[in-house]
Structures are given as C-alpha cells and as structure tokens.
C-alpha cells in the first residue's frame, strides 16, 4: 500500500471477449499493479435453458443440455440422462456404459489439451498455443468418427448410447493414443521442466485448501490445491466401476503442492495421460450387448411419462463436478423441473480469493486457469475515483502486460 | 460448532449415517429414501444417495450432524414452485475425499409455505453456496436470512425484480415476456 | 446468387479481412470452430484474416449466439463503434434462427432482430470449412460496399468542382 492516501481503482473487465469463451464482467479493485478485490458478475449467457425444459419432453432436452457448453457438451447430456435414468429407474445395458466412458474421457482429452494452449497463450508461448491448438484435432477426427460432429455429438440418450464404436472407430482410437503419447511429451516438458513457465505461474493465484473445502471447489482446481477428490473415485459410475482411477494431486508428483496456477497447469497435463490409460482399459475391456435400454423412441416416451420421480446426478466434467437434478410427474410428457450446476459456477466463487494481492498482468493467467466456461478480459477502464478522469484499457493492453512480463522474466 | 475446512478420510456407512440422524433428530426428519446407484459389468453398488424431508425450522440441526461426519460438500439447491408451496431442495455430499466408492449424497427437502418465503443462510458456515442463494432469491423469491450479497446474479441489470422466473403465479413471467425466437 | 467454387474462394481470401469476435450468449462451440480456422489445420491466418481486439480495428463482424437481454445494447454498441464498410457475419444456428432456444424470458434474438445481418453461415457449431467459406463471401460483399462508397465520394467531388 502506498504511503499517504491510499488510491484503489475500479477496473471492470468484460463483458466480450477475442478468443474463446462467453463473456463475464468483472470488478476488479486496485491498488497501483495490485489486486485488493474482485467483483464477479456473470448472466450474459443465461439464456433461460431450465426453463425452457418445462415444454419439452427429456428427449428433447437432451439437446439443450448438449449446448449449455460446447466443450463439455457430452458431460452435460450425460449427467443428464443418469439424472433421468435415477428418476425413472432405468438401467443401462453394459456396452452403453462403456462407450460413454470413452467418450467421456475423450472429451477429456479434448477439453485440457485446449485448456494447454490457451494457458500459454496467456502468458506468451504463442508456438505453444499453436501446438496445443493443432494437437487437439487428432481428438477431434476420432470423435467426428464415432459420432459424426466435431463438437455436439448427440451420442448419449436415456437409457444408452445411439451410436456405436464400430472396428474402424477402435482402430482410429488406438492410433489416436499413440500419436498423444508421443506428440503430448511436450506440453509434459513446459509443465515441469521449463523455468520461464515455472517462474510466471508458481504462487500465482494461489487457494489455500481449507478455502478451497470452504468455497466448495472442484475438478482440477480443487485438486491443484491438494485435496483428493474425484468423482470417479469417490462415487464411481458407468465403467469406471470396473476402472479404478485415483485423483491426481500434485504432491504425489512434485513431493509439495501450493495451490497455484502452476499445480493446476501440472494437474491437468497428468490428467490427459491418465484419461489416455482409461481409454484403452476401456477399449479392452468394451462388452458385446444392445446399445440402448429401449431402441423405440415412442416406447421410451411413454415409459418417461409414467415415470414419477426426482432424479440427481453428479459427474466428473473436464471441469469438476456437473451436477443436474430432475423430477419427472406421472402422467406429464415433459419435464417438470431441471437443476443444471455446471462446475465452472462452483469454482468462480473462490475467484476473489485467488485475486487477492496479485497484479493485473497476472489477471489473465488467474482467470483462465480453472478453465472458465466463461471469460473475461476485453476491455479494461481505470478509473480514478478521486480525479474522476479515465483510461480505456483493452483486452491487448492486458494480454500484451501478461505476455510482457514473461519477457521481463526472462531477463529481456 | 463448524468443523475445521477439511474432508474426512473416515467414511461410514450409508446405513449408519441414516441410524444416526434417526437417533439425533427422531419424527423431526423423514428418511424418504436410501437409494443404491450401480453400475459396471457386475451390477455392482457403487454409493448411495440419501434422500431426507425436514420442516424448515430444523434444516440448521440436519446441517450439524453432517458437519460433525465430515464437512458437507454443497452441490446445488433445486427448487420448485409446486403450488400452495415452494419446494427447496439442498444437495450436499459426504465423505467425498474418503475413499473409493465411499461418497454419500445427501438431499434434503424443505416446503417454504407462500406467506413465509424465508431460510435462514448456510454462507456463514459454507461460503461455497453463495451462488445457489442468490439464484433462489432472484429465480424463486425465497430470502435468505443473514447472506451477505443480495444482488441479481444471473438476470440482466435493468431485469423487473418482482418477476420470479421459475414461479408458476403471479409472480411468475408473463406471456407476453416469453419469446418464440423463430 | 453467390456461387463460390474452391479456386474463386482461394482467389479472394488474400485480401485481408480483420474480424472481432462478439459472443452474445453461445456455448462456445461456435467460438471453439472460428478459433480452430486460425490455428495450423485450417490456418486462415496465412491469408491475413486475423482477430482483432477491439471493434475499432475490424472490418467484420463475427457474432455467434441468440442474443441475451445482457447483450443487447452492448453488441449494439459494438457495431456501432465499427468504421464503415463493415460487414456483419453470423457464425452458427442459434444466431441465425435461434435453434434450441425458444420460448425463453431472457432472450432477445435471433441476431438480424438487432442488428443487420450480411452472411449466415449455418450449423450447430459450422465446421471451419464452412465458416471460411462465409467469411470469402463476406470479403465480396465487402469489396462491393467499398466500391460504392468510393464512387459515391467520387460523385461529391465531382459536384464540387463544376
């Protein structure tokens, strides 16, 4: 704090961004180059999606929950359609469960790879961004194999799987995950044994784990700041039964763990190998059986209408936990209400907490590393309070003073 | 009376947790239900998610019993207007960071009658259900009682406040508001 | 009625267009695509299209998602700060017709209810092919409004002489 009066400024950040993800507004208070608060407000995406499910029958909503997000689209349609098997007590043949393990932990992959090359992108390795950016569409052609789009793939329905992994899918696969072990070496190397990397991210944005149990973190961030949670550990579904897999913390890996955007970069990079090793357990271990439950659209319509029942499901999304609740009415087509928790939402909380005395250069870098479905960062306006005179700040100024401050560490 | 921010590595079994609200909380508490979720080539039951019913005035009892089994992780709070009364539901986990396939979820349901749309708010004890209230309040009209925000959270600035959107009504949204798009 | 065919497409696209990116309620996937078209696999970049950060530098408008009440005057705002000829691109189905997204409170869409639309390109989210391909007709229609406008400047001064 400055000596004599002390001066914070309100920077307010969003609510459009280049790049990536939906638009959020932040308050951010300053002091000088450092952080006293954050005010976080977002709702420029909330298109009314719960809502709208009251007209609609959960065959129908399937495709909406597939675009509450476009990179956790399948995490969505499945703890949606485990929410509605839990209400209307509907079991899932074998070779279902599977597939959509795979194309879970597919998307997985998918998910953290362009969470890498963003990350780098933040703070200037731009050949980084590149690479992560070209690596992910090998993911991408083996889930345009399987299901037919790029992104929203409408695999899931209630009850199974609507598309199969055909042997051409399986061998497709196989190469995928070789090309991956080789080729993703490389983001291995910048999480643990690049300086550059390590100086700009350690102690930045650091959550201390008794707030990261208090502000109910998930996923990854959780994990980064040492807790051992994890959904397919803890409350195993689908193939992951028959899988076991371990929350990934960085203290078994690095011997120490802070919390900061580093352990969260290097939580993710093991993750991606962990999930490559799930998918070929899976893979091996694929059953024969029927795909769905019920093949007949209008037979399964008219089992949802005489379900009666509340159904909760809580899965493992690329970013934590997805949590969806439904209650479906006897007698009534559609659905009666849905509860969407996306994890990005539980995570955003413990962004003040984050925030707290770091600079603004870093700002990008904090944002961005609990992979918001949701960003931030246009446009930027200082305020003074006290003169009351302004200074537009853009999106370019605050990226060019992340990426800047790379170089400086470098000795440049 | 709040345990210290940490998850347990002692899980306990669903059926012990379910003796113990018994024991503590008698007729005050319904256990709706205990349900197994399976899955896997075996069938097999991997947790258990456990559904209780209390009148509003005991929610705070229910919430320390599951502090003193380990600290309530909070999911979400879903709700509904069902009518002559809003339903709330709070959907905590235990025992999450115990162990293999040791998680338990723990739902309670609370009917708010119309004329007292009031909870007292669990922020002071899990900040983590910031969100959910503030989204209760604008979405249902229930007011939390001590939350420390009370402002819109997802609903634009210049949004009409006394509309409730999830409200079936009066105070629900009018036709005329609700747009077909195309 | 623009036919494109792949050697016209290549032939306009080294004129280069610089676009800003308005996301006004999506889910990203669209997002995720016109980012993918810069990156190496389809790497639009070489012909010199690239994203901008602030609408002042753009000549095109990318706008992706049915309009939420949230962003409504701010999109407006954006196309207005954009300096003439501009055109406005509408990436995927949610901002051309609104998709999925019907009978909603909060939503004030389809893009062409607030703001006039150029080029539709459709899908759910448009693979980048098709997104490039909308961006080559939008490079045409924006090289006819340059024209018109400079003929029409070319009238003035012509009127201000004699």
Not at chain 1, 293 to 298: D, I, N, Q, V, Y
Not at chain 2, 139 to 144: A, H, S, T
């Amino acid at each position: 704090m400055a000596v004599g009066e002390a001066k914070t400024y309100k920077i307010p950040i969003g609510p459009v961004h280049v790049g990536l993800k939906e638009p959020i507004t932040t308050w951010l208070e300053v002091d000088g180059e450092r952080i006293v608060d954050i005010k976080v407000r977002p709702g420029a995406i909330h298109r009314g999606i719960e809502f709208m499910a009251r007209e609609r029958n959960p065959i129908q909503v399937i495709y909406l929950a597939e675009r509450i997000c476009g990179i956790c689209s399948f995490a969505h349609i499945e703890s949606f359609v485990r929410a509605v098997e839990d209400a209307a007590s509907i079991s899932v043949p074998k070779r279902a469960q599977y597939i959509r393990t795979i194309m879970l932990e597919l998307e997985r992959v998918h998910s953290h790879i362009l969470w890498a090359g963003v990350a780098c992108y933040t703070f200037g390795y731009d050949s980084a961004f590149n690479l992560g950016l070209l690596l992910r569409e090998k993911v991408m052609d083996v889930l345009e194999a399987i299901s037919g789009n790029r992104v929203n793939y409408g695999v899931g329905t209630i009850g199974g799987v609507r598309r199969d992994i055909t042997p051409e899918a399986a061998t497709a696969l196989e190469d995928m995950l070789d090309y991956y072990r080789r080729e993703f070496a490389a983001f291995y190397e910048v999480a643990t044994e690049d300086p550059i990397t390590k100086a700009r991210m350690r102690h930045v944005g650091t959550l201390p784990p008794e707030d990261a149990v208090r502000y109910c973190a998930v996923g990854p961030t959780a994990r980064a700041s040492g807790l051992r949670v994890d959904l397919r550990w803890s409350s195993p579904y689908e193939a992951y039964a028959d899988i076991e897999v371990t929350p990934i913390v960085p203290q078994d890996y690095m011997g120490e763990v802070y919390g900061d955007v580093f352990d969260r970069f290097l939580v993710r990079v093991l993750e991606v190998y962990q999930s490559l090793d799930i998918i070929e357990k899976a893979l091996l271990g694929l059953p024969e059986g029927p795909l769905m439950a019920e093949p007949k659209l209008p037979k399964l319509l008219a089992l949802l209408k005489a379900a009666d029942g509340v159904g909760w499901s809580s899965i493992e999304a690329p970013r934590g936990d997805d949590t969806h609740v439904i209650r479906l009415t006897k007698g009534d087509e559609n659905v009666t209400w849905w509860k969407v928790r996306a994890p990005t939402y539980a995570n955003i909380v413990s962004w003040p907490i984050m925030f707290r005395g770091q600079e603004i250069a870093d700002a990008p870098l904090i944002v961005n590393s609990i992979d918001p479905c949701i960003s931030c960062m246009e446009r930027a306006l200082v305020v003074d309070k006290k003169s009351g005179s302004s200074e537009v700040l853009t999106k370019e100024e605050l990226l060019k003073r992340s990426r800047e401050k790379t170089r400086r560490l470098m000795g440049r | 009376m709040s345990r210290r921010a940490e998850y347990t590595d002692k899980a306990m079994a669903s059926e012990a947790v379910v003796s113990v609200i018994r024991e503590r909380l008698g007729d005050a508490v319904e256990v709706v239900e205990l349900r197994d979720r399976k899955a896997g080539l075996s069938d097999a039951v991997c947790f258990h998610d456990l559904w209780l019913r209390c009148p509003k005035d005991k929610l705070l009892e229910v919430l320390d019993i599951l502090f003193e089994l380990d600290f309530p992780f909070f999911h979400v709070m879903s709700g509904n207007d069902e009518g002559e009364a809003v339903l709330l539901n709070y959907h905590f986990s235990l025992f999450q960071g115990s162990g293999r396939a040791s998680r338990l979820g723990v739902a309670v349901s609370v009917y708010l009658p119309k004329d007292d749309l009031t909870m007292p708010s669990i922020q002071d004890r899990i900040p983590g259900a910031e969100y959910s209230e503030r989204e209760m309040r604008e979405m249902l009209g229930i007011n939390f009682m001590g939350m420390p925000d009370e402002s819109l959270v997802f609903l634009p600035e210049d949004w009409d406040e006394r509309i409730k959107p999830w409200r079936r009504d009066e105070a629900g949204p009018k036709p005329e508001q609700i747009r077909e798009l195309s | 009625m623009l036919k494109m065919d792949l050697a016209k497409t290549l032939g306009i696209l080294p004129r280069s267009i610089w676009v800003f990116l308005c996301n006004s309620g999506s889910c990203n996937g669209c997002d995720i695509e016109i980012v993918a078209t810069l990156t190496p696999r389809y790497d639009i970049e070489r012909f010199g299209m690239k994203l901008v950060g602030s609408p002042r530098h753009a000549d095109a408008l990318l706008v992706t998602g049915p309009v939420t009440k949230y962003m409504t005057e701010r999109l407006k705002h954006i196309y207005d700060q954009m300096p003439d000829p501009k055109v406005v691109i509408v990436v995927g189905n949610c901002g051309c017709s609104g998709d999925v997204f019907y009978k909603s409170y909060n939503l004030d869409g389809p893009v062409d209810q607030v703001l006039p639309v150029d080029v539709y390109v459709h899908g759910c989210p448009p693979r980048p092919e098709a997104i490039i391909e909308g961006v080559a007709k939008a490079v045409l229609k924006l090289e006819a409004l340059r024209e018109s406008l400079n003929s029409k400047e070319a009238d003035v001064a012509d009127v201000a002489q004699s």
